[in-house]
């Protein structure tokens, strides 16, 4: 997740004769900063390439995986019941924020640890595309904060709390 200008200066910052590798996933989303360094490096085809297609994280049967490639081809993502089952894949639909809210603190306070038998503090990551609103990181950190961590216990980074976002 590099952008322009900071590949400007690693390259800058590299010696003549030197040979660079760069390791990634082009299909992550792009840097925060301007440029899709890496994505547009590999459409050029102006460099030697290896894409790794094995995996090896989830079986081949995955819905994640299954729904990965789906996404990656333009394909809507499979969205069908678990029957029950434990499936690895869910999509939950909400236009009203307050109430996808609502359901994200359910979700990771109560249905899945008790589900999956997980730990909402040590197994469990939320994440948002977003800083500012309702479903926004700031908020879900304070919410989720509030929910989980009571004793208000906390850790400081930089100029920022985290339980005092």
Known sequence: MIDTTLMYHMLKAVPSGATLIMVGDSNQLPSVGPGNVLNDIVKSRTVPVIELNQIFRQARESRIIVNAHRIKQGRLPEIRESGGNLGDFYFIEQEAPDKALQIIME???????????????????????????????????????????????????GARSDCDL
């Open 107 to 157: 979700l990771v306070c109560s249905r899945i640890p008790q589900r999956f038998s997980m730990d909402p503090m040590e197994d469990i990551q939320v994440l948002s595309p977003m800083h500012k609103g309702e479903l926004g990181t700031e908020n879900l950190n304070k919410k989720l904060q509030n929910a989980l961590n009571p004793s208000k216990m906390e850790l400081v980074r």
